[in-house]
């Protein structure tokens, strides 16, 4: 039963290393896509301002040419004025220029704001490429290394899965059926060991006569707390292998 238990362990070990190794290799597409993502919103904010320069740009040639076509229509009047006899008929022209002018200079001063607002987006889209431009190329990096660790994690997956498949063959089958049922149950971690009966997976203690028993390592031993399989932990045991090493 103590080899037993050393492979169970070693097992729990492995599992455990496999979970990390499963972890980094479904993260790591995660974040490229997340970095993929930050590089699209930054593109996207970039169009959208090319966007709105067209936009404005638009609007601007439609107020230039009603502008121009004021100027003509003040042009017209101005002319008519010089063959009108009538005072009413004089004054009357003589407000529609005045209104005619006004629309014109309001119109001008809109005009002046899209020039202003189109100088600043344009700075502003400037500084957006640029910082794309950054983004991707710090983006193309990190890429190329996160796959990296992908395909580093993948093949020492392969590798620790291998020396799993050795040790659990190597153990009982009874045991190994128990072990997985366990780690489904605990989330992971079916085997504990306990020091000082207290049992590292619940941190409860355990009745003194199944600690005395536990350290004799003949017989198969669960917490009665949390049903984990309990292992003794032999710190002196430790100590010298460590010394030994």
Not at 89 to 113: C, F, M, S, V
Not at 200 to 222: A, T, V
Not at 238 to 245: A, L, R
């Amino acid at each position: 039963m103590k080899e037993q238990m050393a492979l169970l362990v070693k097992l729990q070990e492995q599992d455990q290393i496999l979970d990390q190794l499963k972890r980094r290799i479904r993260e790591g597409p995660q974040k490229v896509k997340e970095m993929e993502g930050e590089v699209e919103i930054l593109a996207g904010n970039l169009e959208a301002g090319k966007n709105r320069i067209q936009e404005i740009q638009k609007l601007q040639r439609q107020l230039e040419a009603e502008v121009e076509d004021g100027a003509g229509q003040i042009g017209r009047s101005k002319t008519r004025l010089l063959t009108i006899k009538s005072n009413k008929e004089y004054q009357a022209i003589l407000k529609e220029i005045e209104d005619t002018q006004r629309t014109n200079a309001e119109k001008e001063d809109k005009i002046l704001g899209f020039m202003e607002e189109i100088e600043g987006l344009n700075q502003e889209i400037q500084h957006k490429e640029k910082e794309l431009s950054a983004v991707r190329a710090r983006f193309e990096e990190e890429k190329r290394t996160v796959e990296g660790e992908v395909r580093q994690a993948e093949a020492e997956f392969a590798e620790v899965e291998k020396h799993r498949q050795d040790t659990a063959q190597a153990m009982d089958s009874e045991l190994v059926a128990r072990y997985e049922h366990l780690r489904v149950r605990t989330g992971g971690r079916a085997v504990a060991y306990v020091e000082n009966t207290t049992c590292s997976g619940c941190h409860l203690n355990i009745p003194p006569q199944m600690y005395n028993e536990l350290q004799r390592r003949d017989s198969l031993k669960h917490c009665p707390n949390c049903d984990r399989i309990i292992y003794w932990k032999d710190r002196a045991a430790e100590v010298e292998g460590d010394m030994s090493e």
